[in-house]
């Protein structure tokens, strides 16, 4: 069901001693920095990334935090954010875009503010 969870930091370096310690006692594999500045982990088809927040402010528990969620085409994009605006949801960023990788993609915000994202995955 989700693509990836995305947290906030204020210091990309200690997150990145900790989660690299953490991930790789699990078996997994240290983490590497995107072309965006951001920490990410791949395991299993699943992402966790971590980046200080774009809004310029202070990461907090939730604030840099995406929750994404997979969708099996881009007509599902469109349909996801439709039905969250019209329910209360807000759009953010750009409107449902196709991104350089070749997924589908959109953002909004729930009406608690939390910030979610539903995207096709790229083709392989």
Do not use: C, Q
Request: aromatic share 6%.
């Amino acid at each position: 069901m989700f693509t990836h969870v995305m947290i906030g930091s204020n210091d990309l370096e200690r997150s990145r001693g900790f989660y690299d310690a953490t991930f790789t006692a699990l078996g997994g594999e240290p983490g590497e920095m995107d072309a965006r500045g951001r920490l990410v982990y791949v395991h299993a088809g699943s992402r966790l990334m971590v980046t200080e927040p774009i809004d310029g402010k202070p990461a907090t528990a939730a604030n840099g935090g995406t929750i994404g969620i997979v969708a099996t085409s881009a007509d599902h994009v469109r349909a996801w954010h439709k039905a969250g605006t019209e329910h209360g949801g807000t759009s953010i960023e750009t409107p449902p875009t196709e991104r350089p990788d070749g997924s589908f993609v959109a953002y909004l915000r729930d009406p608690d503010g939390n910030k979610l994202t539903t995207r096709t995955l790229p083709a392989r």
